[in-house]
């Protein structure tokens, strides 16, 4: 296995898709396979910071910060209460990114550029991206290897997908040749919903072996567990949402090492 970390976007253009949900309780179950594992929290609402219990008093460095070159990447690396993850905070003050960027110049490349001074202790880097097609998610794009996508199993799930994967053609295009998908989760499955099942159906029919077999079901201790500013992991192990994300980086993993 190439020993070089892993930078792994985290995108879905819509929202309430168990995108950062997926991010941090993915994170976490790496770290369980002794994994160290950093969280890019690219999203100005700042759900992943808040997950893992960064406090918006913490939050002074952050990587809208490492952006506007105020500060150096590795100052804005901060420990969570799990060790070997680490996490560089959000802030709402990237909603603003896009305006204050528009003179830049290569200003879809800032993010990658700030990566070539991150310190390299880390296996895995995950960033989760806001929940759009805009500049932050451009920069976390052009600065991967590749890309997960989680999918809610809903009706309109493979129209918005397509629409994405049309935007990583366009980014590996032109700015970043080596960006691939990863795969894509199946997030928010209820086995009782007819629904549910023929999507599916349906999304394994169209990516094959691209979608992971783990899925990640509707499950209320998900929902409870960032209100406690924990993985779902630490805030119910047995829970058949931790099974599924420990079951989904056993699986990321073990594609990685074969």
């Known amino acids: 296995m190439d020993k070089r970390r892993k930078i792994i976007s985290v995108s879905n253009q819509k929202g309430g898709v168990g995108k950062t949900t997926t991010t941090v309780n993915l994170a976490t179950a790496m ?63 990237l909603s603003a990114v896009e305006v204050e ?41 052009a600065a991967s290897d590749e890309v997960i996508v989680p999918l809610q199993c809903e009706f309109y799930a493979l129209e918005g997908l397509s629409q994405l994967l049309k935007t990583m053609e366009i980014i590996k295009g032109n700015l970043n040749t080596g960006l691939s998908l990863k795969g894509v989760v199946l997030t928010m499955f209820d086995s009782r919903n007819k629904l549910s099942t023929l999507v ?22 998900i929902s409870e567990a960032p209100s406690h500013g924990l993985p779902v992991l630490l805030y119910d192990a047995k829970c058949y949402g931790s099974k599924a994300y420990a079951s989904l980086s056993a699986e990321i993993i073990l594609q990685e090492e074969l």
Do not use: W
Not at 51 to 73: A, C, F, H, P, S
Not at 111 to 140: Q, R
Not at 206 to 218: D, Q
């Open 200 to 221: 599916e159906k349906d999304v394994r029919e169209h990516l094959k072996e691209k979608v992971y077999k783990s899925v990640i079901p509707r499950n209320v201790r």
């Open 31 to 93: 770290v369980s396979f002794n994994k160290k594992v950093l969280i890019v929290d690219l999203d100005p609402q700042g759900n992943a910071s808040t997950g893992l219990g960064i406090d918006e008093k913490r939050r002074d460095k952050n990587i809208y910060k490492v952006l506007t070159l105020q500060e150096k990447i590795n100052n804005c690396v901060l420990d969570t209460i799990i060790p070997d993850l680490k996490i560089i905070p959000s802030t709402i003050d």
């Open 101 to 141: 960027f528009s003179n830049v110049s290569n200003r879809e490349l800032v993010l990658k550029k700030s990566f070539k001074e991150l310190t390299s202790e880390f296996d895995y880097v995950l960033i989760d991206c806001p929940p759009s097609l805009g500049l932050l998610t451009v920069n976390a794009m």
